[in-house]
Every structure is written in C-alpha cells, then in structure tokens.
C-alpha cells in the first residue's frame, strides 16, 4: 500500500477516535512494511503496534497546525525504530523477499544477501531506502519528514541504490 501525503488543509482539525482510525487503516501495512526493513520481520508488528499505542495516548498532544497526522505518524515511526536499534545495536535478522516460484531456500539466500548488503551501507541511505521501498512512502513525504527538497531526497534515493548495486556486484565497499 502506498501512501499518499494528504493535501494541505485536509483532514480533520483535531484527532479523534474516528480520524485516529482512520490513520491507524490506512497507514498500518506502510508502517509494519517499514518496520520491516528496519528492525526485522519478527519485530514488525510488535513495534507498528507500539507506535500506534503509544501515539493512542498521545492523540490530545496532536496539533494539526504544526503537521498532518501523517506526519506526526512517521516522526514516531522513525524514532520508533531508531530507539529499537539502538537498544539491539543494529542486529536484526533477514528481510523476506517473496517471489513467487522460487524456492524458500533460494527466498531466504536473497533475503540475508539484501540485509547484508543494506547494513554495509551508511544509516542514512539504509533510512531512506527503507522509508522508500518498505513503507512505499513518496519522495515529497519522506523529504518532509527528512527535512529536504524532494529533489534531494531523489538524488539520495539514486546515490543509495547505485551503492547497494556496487555492493551486489560484489566491487567493493559503497563509499
């Protein structure tokens, strides 16, 4: 599922257990994909459920002049599993990569190769490669959320996944 940024002066103009719902659908498989890439498919679902806890608690602190819903959201994701890390010191176990018609041997080989490759490149290609391709979020939201132009965040995007490919290739170290 992908995320669309809501538009400006949408939504509603506080959160209540409605609007709360509603965010809770429509970003819960971006987040647990996220979480993904992040912390681990075991932890996925457990920390998604956390943030949406906590946040639950929180949804009288929410002022919609300073930010979209959406936005508050993905602040909490992203400390959410930045806290996570660093309490495991970037230890996480393989991302499953399902093709259809491969073997769950050939899956797994893919998956541990991919997550070896993504922690040997710098945390910051690693958060927005994440937030790209795991929570499926677009280039104007992660550069709201990143504090960039988008066509940074696009120029990031290319530099991270041409270091990832040299990585695949097997030439060496990404920097």
Same mark, same amino acid.
């Given at each position: ?134 929570? *499926? ?32 290739? *097997? ?5």
């Amino acid at each position: 599922m992908t995320m669309q940024p809501p538009a400006p002066g949408a939504g509603p103009q506080r959160l209540d257990g409605a609007s709360f719902q509603d965010l809770y659908v429509r970003q819960w498989s971006s987040v647990v994909n996220y979480f993904r890439y992040r912390v681990g498919p075991s932890e996925a679902e457990d920390t998604a459920a956390e943030v949406f806890s906590r946040l639950w608690s929180r949804r009288a602190t929410f002022d919609p002049a300073r930010a979209p819903a959406d936005h508050w959201l993905w602040v909490a994701v992203r400390n959410a599993a930045i806290d996570n890390l660093r309490r495991r010191g970037r230890e996480t176990e393989p991302l499953l990569d399902v093709r259809m018609g491969d073997s769950l041997e050939d899956r797994t080989a893919r998956s541990v190769d991919l997550l070896a490759r993504l922690h040997r490149l710098a945390a910051s290609d690693h958060e927005i490669l994440a937030l790209r391709f795991g929570a *499926g979020l677009p280039h104007q939201h992660i550069a709201d959320l990143l504090g960039m132009r988008p066509g940074a965040v696009a120029v990031r995007m290319h530099r991270a996944l041409r270091r990832l490919r040299t990585l695949e290739s *097997g030439k060496g170290d990404p920097a």
